[in-house]
T-cell receptor, first 113, second 112 residues
Framework: DAGVTQSPTHLIKTRGQQVTLRCSPK?????VSWYQQALGQGPQFIFQ???????QRGNFPDRFSGHQFPNYSSELNVNALLLGDSALYLCASSYTGRAYEQYFGPGTRLTVT | TQLLEQSPQFLSIQEGENLTVYCNSS?????LQWYRQEPGEGPVLLVT?????EVKKLKRLTFQFGDARKDSSLHITAAQPGDTGLYLCAGGFTGTASKLTFGTGTRLQVTL
């Protein structure tokens, strides 16, 4: 049973560029949440997708956007990258009946230079 | 804005010792999760608690959820080097149950 997968593993971008990160949820899960984890801190909630719609959003600017596909996989897009966007981006999947019980992928390490 | 406080922030102990990590909030949790995270990897779910007063055990780890659902503790008996890692509590609150708020974590190091 495959767990949550994310790609790519690492990414280096320049300020002002755009980036797309991808996530495939655990088998049987229909809800995907995205988190940003800066070094030395706990993950911060970005947004959550269910039935291809954004269901909840944290305190992140509109530069952060997402999408969920019919097969429940998801993308996180970040436009106009800032140095402060450098972080580990984590995807978590869950089943809507217990959406609080989230299983995380290995993350994508984004470095903005 | 709900805040989670974890204590202690750092813990360095020897193999065989016992330890307890705490997680507190001023708001009532609708659910609470404990995770363990290794450097550069995603958090691994250890347990979910939802009922006040609930106690769950996972081998040498014992998790307690406070009666008022505002606090939780993680107790490790006879710690081993393999327990080394960052322990994170994460809570959902009424109305935003699946929007997890994380604590800053407790970094545990267990030495031989």
């Amino acid at each position: 049973d495959a767990g949550v997968t994310q790609s790519p593993t690492h990414l280096i971008k320049t300020r002002g560029q755009q980036v797309t990160l991808r996530c495939s949820p655990k088998s049987g899960h229909d809800t995907v949440s995205w988190y940003q984890q800066a070094l030395g801190q706990g993950p911060q909630f970005i947004f959550q997708y269910y039935e291809e719609e954004e269901r909840q959003r944290g305190n992140f600017p509109d530069r952060f956007s997402g999408h969920q596909f019919p097969n429940y996989s998801s993308e996180l897009n970040v436009n106009a990258l800032l140095l402060g966007d450098s972080a580990l981006y984590l995807c978590a999947s869950s089943y809507t009946g217990r959406a609080y019980e989230q299983y995380f992928g290995p993350g994508t390490r984004l470095t903005v230079t | 804005t709900q805040l989670l406080e974890q204590s202690p922030q750092f813990l360095s102990i020897q193999e065989g010792e016992n330890l307890t990590v705490y997680c507190n909030s001023s708001s009532v949790f609708s659910s609470l999760q404990w995770y363990r995270q290794e450097p550069g990897e995603g958090p691994v779910l250890l347990v979910t608690v939802v009922t006040g007063g609930e106690v769950k055990k996972l081998k040498r780890l014992t998790f307690q959820f406070g009666d008022a659902r505002k606090d939780s503790s993680l107790h490790i008996t006879a710690a081993q080097p393999g327990d080394t890692g960052l322990y994170l509590c994460a809570g959902g609150f009424t109305g935003t149950a699946s929007k997890l708020t994380f604590g800053t974590g407790t970094r545990l190091q267990v030495t031989l």
